[in-house]
């Protein structure tokens, strides 16, 4: 049976917040999909049961439910929105895929998920030494201020969604630190384009205190 009841927003929503283990915060959201779990669509899943939402400071966090986790295993079989043109089509193809790998290796969403970020998170881990790398290598001495478009610059091929949740990560430790550009005129659109969106702000430079 199909789920039917949500649009291609909430949709997007439902099946973001299962890519990312099945709890995360507006912010988190944002920078992971684009949009948030707010107003309507927020109330509507909340009354549904399929996700509980908490107010922490300004932003809500919202974690999956049992009914929550289920909705998502039925939507690997659903179909596409109406509207969700060729992308959709091949994004519920993947979907399906998804299924029959999960079926053949006797694996429920969860596990596969929590396994999946497991190996997301060791390879975050790696590129979070090789950013700390660039660091000192830019850096003039502990606590210098380093723009992240010359950050960027030394890391390889590493992609931009990989590069930004290892800084996001970084910021939580005590010895990093992530800021914006005090004067934002002297920003070039390199610059811009380089910061990391973090809680909803865009920050362009980075600094550690020590090796």
């Given at each position: ?14 099946l ?52 929550g ?114 004067d ?28």
């Amino acid at each position: 049976m199909e789920n039917t009841a949500f649009g291609t927003r909430e949709r997007a929503l439902l099946l973001g917040l299962m890519t990312l283990g099945g709890t995360a915060s507006n912010p988190e959201l944002r920078a992971h999909i684009g949009n948030v779990l707010d107003g309507e669509p927020r109330r509507r899943m909340n009354k549904s049961g399929l996700v509980t939402s908490e107010k922490a400071g300004r932003a809500y966090h919202h974690t999956l439910t049992e009914e929550g986790w289920a909705w998502c295993v039925t939507e690997l079989e659903g179909s596409a929105p109406e509207r969700g043109g060729s992308l959709g089509r091949t994004l519920y193809g993947v979907l399906r895929v998804i299924k029959g790998y999960l079926d053949a290796a006797d694996l429920s969403l969860a596990e596969f998920v929590v396994k999946a970020r497991g190996s997301e998170a060791a390879a975050s881990g790696d590129l979070a030494e090789a950013i700390r790398d660039a660091y000192w290598r830019l850096a003039r001495e502990p606590q210098d201020w380093v723009l992240l478009t010359r950050l960027r610059a030394r890391l390889g091929d590493a992609s931009r969604e990989a590069v930004d949740e290892a800084l996001r990560q970084l910021e939580r430790l005590p010895d990093v630190h992530l800021v914006p550009e005090a004067d934002q005129k002297i920003l070039t659109d390199e610059d811009r384009e380089a910061a990391v969106l973090i809680g909803g702000v865009s920050k362009h430079l980075l600094a550690i205190e020590a090796r």
